[in-house]
């Protein structure tokens, strides 16, 4: 789930508001807030939210890793080729990962 950090920027109001909804999780972005919750809750909290007065920009259920792997740049390129490969095919409707590409590879693009 996120939020607009523009259209609601007292950060504590928005915290509470998200906990009392029952997420578990509010992370600060640049732009918005990053809400965590199980995935069958995510509708549950959003609604909640909503009801509080605060509009949500998304709330879908999408995979998050709980470790990410760093390869090695020839590794870390296989996998981005992969990645996008996957992502303009037609038939796939979500890629996840959790690659942390070496800054190196990041410096080059």
Not at 85 to 107: F, H, K
């Amino acid at each position: 789930i996120t939020i607009s950090r523009e259209k609601y920027p007292n950060e504590d109001e928005v915290m509470e508001a998200v906990l009392t909804a029952g997420a578990d999780d509010m992370e600060t972005q640049d732009d918005l807030y990053q809400i965590k919750t199980k995935p069958g809750s995510v509708i549950e909290v959003s609604e909640a939210l909503t009801a509080k007065g605060i509009n949500c920009e998304s709330a879908e259920s999408v995979m998050l890793p709980n470790t990410f792997i760093t390869p090695s740049i020839e590794e870390a390129r296989s996998c981005m080729k992969l990645i996008q490969l996957l992502e303009e095919d037609d038939d796939v409707q979500n890629v996840y990962s959790n690659l942390e590409p070496p800054l190196e590879l990041l410096a080059e693009e």
